[in-house]
């Protein structure tokens, strides 16, 4: 069976300081991939997608990037973190067109 | 573009009331259509869908079914339980891979 790991669970990172949260998917091969973030209390935005080795979209531009080196790694990084960064991020997979989305636990960014 | 709207929250119930989470989307084409949970500090579970007109989706007691006519998809369950309380999220996913996710509605169920 398919599953989809996420880390760190929790992060607390300053103001300026790098960010990198990683994510992998077993069980599937040449998944779809995406990041969305959910600030709290709101719905969910869709920061990047990605349908196979090095093919990213960029749904909101802002200072966060994402890559996928390997078919089933998805990384979401930053440079330089905003205090508007912090949030609730999620991986999530999905097998192809009309497929559902399969979500990981979550990454809880503060950032202060 | 593809797009779903649902109602607004928050949503209070008694326990054992009758639950209706209204989802309405446009899209070209045919989406499939789906219901997520999320339940407080994870991530989002599937709980039920469909992919075509007149579909009905069930899992756990909740019930949608994919209305074209209408363009709708709202989530009922009979008689919700306290540990139905969580955010539900209506969304599409189409032939090109596009997902959409409405704003979500926070169920809460008081004993």
């Known amino acids: 069976s398919q599953t989809i790991h996420q880390w760190p669970a929790t992060l607390v990172q300053p103001v300026g300081s790098p960010l990198s949260l990683e994510c992998t998917v077993e069980g599937t091969s040449n998944p779809n991939l995406y990041w969305y973030r959910q600030a709290a209390g709101r719905g969910l935005q869709l920061l990047f997608y990605s349908v196979g080795i090095g093919q990213i979209s960029s749904e909101v531009p802002q200072n966060l990037s994402a890559s996928r080196p390997q078919d089933r790694q998805f990384i979401l990084s930053s440079k330089k973190l905003l205090l508007s960064d912090s949030g609730f991020y999620l991986c999530?997979?999905?097998?192809?067109?009309?497929?559902?989305?399969?979500f990981g636990n979550g990454t809880r960014l503060t950032v202060t | 573009g593809n797009s779903v709207t649902q109602m607004e929250g928050p949503v209070t119930l008694s326990e054992e009331a009758f639950l209706t989470i209204n989802c309405t989307y446009t899209a070209t084409g045919y989406p499939s259509l789906f219901w997520y949970v999320q339940y407080p500090g994870e991530g989002l579970q599937l709980l039920l869908k469909?992919?075509?007109?007149?579909d009905k989706g069930s899992n756990k007691g909740f019930e949608a079914t994919y209305r074209k006519e209408t363009t709708s998809f709202h989530l009922e369950k009979g008689s919700v339980q306290v540990s139905d309380s969580a955010v539900y999220f209506c969304?599409?996913?189409?032939?090109?891979?596009?997902?959409?996710f409405g704003a979500g509605t926070r169920l809460t169920v008081k004993p």
């Open positions: 469909a992919t075509k007109a007149d």
């Open positions: 999530a997979w999905s097998g192809g067109n009309n497929s559902p989305l399969h």
């Open positions: 969304a599409l996913a189409d032939n090109n891979n596009d997902m959409r």
